[in-house]
């Protein structure tokens, strides 16, 4: 079966859990994701995002702007302290402007009290780059984030908080500055008296800070994720491990610039537009998008939220487990599967032999049979059956008619009559084995036509099976259980002439010597097997029916 297996238990669930009225969806699970310090994604939050510093050809713009609104703080500092007195100041400021720094000339961008919504309101996509691993499998699956416009949820996520946009200015000579194009050191003139006006001469470091809103769009994660089997005999469970999650693609942030709000210690009136333009700048640069992004991927790939998330999806693959094949211990002998098949197919097969043996479960072969009714295979009809010319007295050619096979619901399958094989299943029904319950009986009308006079009679025939079997080769296909179908490779009845009895009266004669025949007990059994046979359709129908059923409803708790 190898990955096939996995690949349908997980298109199964994704239906499921892509859907608000099931008891799976995602949103749901993931609003009960909280960690042992109360951290939860119903919102995130989070202390502080440093984003770094931001570079390139923006990163520039920024700066100059933010070294421009500087240097006319700087102007309005000095008109104040030269009203005020203060001694050794020039007369003016025209020998100097303001430049950004050229050792430290780029701005940086720090958040902080950030609260990220919306996140668990998402849906899971493909699964993809299944392989093969020591104990189970290992996988990527892609999360879809702000996947619904409904249930209270809106298709985008939302980021706010406060933030702290940093940038290095200095003071700088001019005209009278080095020559050349090109960032120039900080002037060596020293002017004292502007600090009591917010002013640090020749250098300083100067903040913008205030309130930010994002909405995020177009974000999706890369899930990678292990299932294996731990414990070993009865005791065996899944387990699913997230072991890193990714950001998948390339987010549109957009900034809610009517809820930006800036201020700072040399943010004035006068410089307030161009200080929230280079904010508006740092934020809509391509840095901040990816330093966003990586963030939020950190947040989301931190041990504690992979523990928590990696437990609520083993919870929730239990819960489907337990809810389609119950709680029946697991057989302790699994015997040994085909080649590529590795322990999580085991596994999951003997949850199907568990089932199987489990009277509470819908897979029990009695509740199958006694549930099937389009076809109907209790009591099993088939065709007639030709049991040949016999001499009785004189040549009469016998055969059964109206042939009803009852008695069908005895039946087991035991767990070690179940093999996990290269096509399928095979398995081994065994009848007459549930103590209270109708042997395996069947009923015809036995018709006897006399060859020489082309007369004819007819009479009752009753044959008893002792503890019949039947081998079963069945094979699956579909991509997830709605789509589910079983077929029937083989179908071999497993009866000697020893295991039948047969009692006939035919008018006054009692012809249940002539029947017990070995010739015509091969007759029988051939008859049944080929009536079987015919049926091979109609069993495989109401198996694929059974099987549909059984799922869609324990999915649905």
């Known amino acids: 079966m190898t990955a096939a297996l996995v690949e349908f238990v997980y298109a199964t669930m994704r239906k499921r859990i892509n859907d608000p009225a099931s008891s799976y969806w995602l949103p749901k699970i993931l609003e009960k994701i909280e960690t042992p310090d109360k951290h939860s994604l119903s919102p995130l939050k989070v202390d502080t995002w440093a984003l770094g510093e931001l570079t ?47 050792d430290d000339q780029y701005p940086a961008l720090k958040l902080t009290g950030v609260t990220v919504g919306g996140l668990p309101n998402a849906s899971v996509g493909d699964l993809s780059g299944l392989t093969p691993t020591q104990n189970g499998y290992r996988g990527t699956v892609r999360i879809k984030a702000a996947a619904y416009d409904s249930h209270g949820y809106q298709p985008w996520i939302t ?20 020559a050349g194009d090109g960032l120039k050191p900080p002037t060596k ?70 809820a930006l709000t800036i201020e700072g210690d040399t943010v004035t009136e006068k410089t307030k537009e161009v200080w929230k333009k280079s904010a508006v700048l740092a934020f809509d640069s391509a840095d901040s998008a990816k330093a966003l992004t990586a963030k939020l991927a950190a947040a989301l790939n931190a041990d504690d939220f992979r523990t928590e998330f990696s437990g609520a999806v083993t919870d929730q693959l239990t819960k489907a487990l337990n809810g389609v094949f119950g709680t029946a211990p697991l057989p302790t002998g699994s015997g040994q599967p085909p080649v590529g098949d590795g322990p999580l197919d085991v596994y999951l097969f ?137 077929g029937l490779r083989s179908l071999d009845v497993q009866l000697t002439d020893d295991e039948l009895s047969i009692q006939v009266h035919i008018g006054d004669w009692d012809l249940s010597g002539l029947f017990n025949s070995p010739d015509i007990k091969d007759k029988v059994i051939k008859g049944i097997q080929d009536g079987a046979n015919a049926r091979k359709g109609d069993i495989a129908k109401a198996l694929t029916d059974n099987a549909r059923k059984v799922i869609a409803a324990k999915l649905k708790g």
């Open 56 to 102: 390139g050809d923006q990163a520039v713009s920024i700066a100059d702007g933010i070294a421009g609104a500087w240097w006319v703080f700087v102007g309005s500092a000095f008109d104040k302290a030269k009203a005020a007195g203060v001694p050794d100041l020039p007369d003016n400021l025209d020998d100097f402007a303001g430049q950004r720094d050229r």
């Open 159 to 178: 980021i706010d908080g406060d933030y702290q946009l940093v940038q290095h200015a200095v003071v700088i000579d001019d005209p009278q500055a080095l």
């Open 189 to 258: 003139t020293v002017l004292k008296g502007l600090d009591k006006y917010g002013v640090h001469w020749p250098s300083q470091e100067i903040e913008g800070r205030g309130k930010f809103r994002f909405t995020v769009r177009d974000l999706a994660f890369d899930v990678r994720l292990s299932i294996d089997v731990a414990g070993s005999g009865a005791g065996r469970t899944a387990k699913v491990t997230v072991e890193s999650v990714a950001i998948a693609t390339a987010p549109t942030f957009t900034l809610d610039q009517k």
């Open 350 to 486: 003997d949850r199907v032999r568990a089932s199987l043996n489990d009277q509470s479960s819908g897979f029990y072969p009695p509740t199958v049979v006694r549930s099937s009714t389009d076809p109907r295979l209790d009591p099993l009809k088939i065709d007639d059956i030709d049991l040949g010319v016999h001499k009785v007295l004189v040549d009469i050619h016998f055969h059964l008619e109206d042939v009803v096979v009852s008695g069908i619901p005895n039946v087991l399958v035991p767990a070690e009559d179940a093999a996990l094989v290269a096509g399928g299943i095979d398995a081994t029904l065994r009848f007459g084995r549930i103590s209270g319950e109708p042997q395996i009986m069947v009923h015809a009308t036995g018709v006897g036509k006399i060859v020489s006079s082309g007369h004819d009679f007819h009479g009752p025939v009753v044959v008893t099976v002792n503890h019949p079997s039947v081998g079963l080769g069945l094979s699956f296909s579909g991509r997830d259980a709605d789509e589910l179908t079983i």
